[in-house]
């Protein structure tokens, strides 16, 4: 919820857009707020409750960025779907193996909810998605970072962030 002394203050269609995703990724029927910076790519941090969202609002500062919520997304499972998902089984990790490394990177997948595995996925599934949700500066800025790390592997988040 916007506090009153900021209801005044206009939130633009792309931060909105920012928090619509960043809410849907979560598809748990449970309530989130977001801290989210008001200027563009309108970084974003997820929270369990109003408290923690608006004591990070206290440390960032209502002019750069406001609390919205409560968000909620997805319907709380039936007893039928609750039954099937205790059967099915769940991804706890994945591990990355690179050439000429013997060592896994792990990737707990409590935290992600997208691997993508090459400049090529990124390119027909990230940048497209991010080039709507972020803009196409923000979505440049990101294939330039992408493309300047060693790293092919990229974590893409449920509140729609992308790492690195």
Do not use: C
Not at 90 to 99: D, L, Q, S, T
């Amino acid at each position: 919820m916007v506090p009153k002394s900021q209801s005044g203050s206009p939130l633009s269609a792309s931060l909105l857009l920012r928090v619509a995703e960043a809410a849907d990724g979560f598809r748990d029927g449970q309530p989130h707020w977001f801290l989210v910076e008001r200027k563009a790519p309108h970084k974003l941090t997820p929270f369990d409750n109003e408290a923690a969202a608006n004591a990070a609002l206290k440390k960032a500062g209502a002019a750069k960025a406001v609390v919205l919520g409560p968000f909620v997304t997805g319907e709380a499972p039936d007893a039928a779907t609750r039954k099937r998902s205790k059967a099915r089984k769940k991804v706890r990790a994945v591990h990355v193996f690179y050439e000429g490394s013997k060592k896994a990177t792990v990737v707990d997948v409590s935290k992600v909810d997208a691997i993508f595995l090459s400049e090529s996925a990124r390119e027909k599934f990230v940048y497209p998605y991010y080039s709507r949700v972020s803009g196409i500066a923000e979505t440049a800025r990101r294939s330039k970072r992408s493309l300047a790390s060693d790293d092919p592997v990229s974590y893409h988040t449920p509140w729609t962030e992308i790492y690195p």
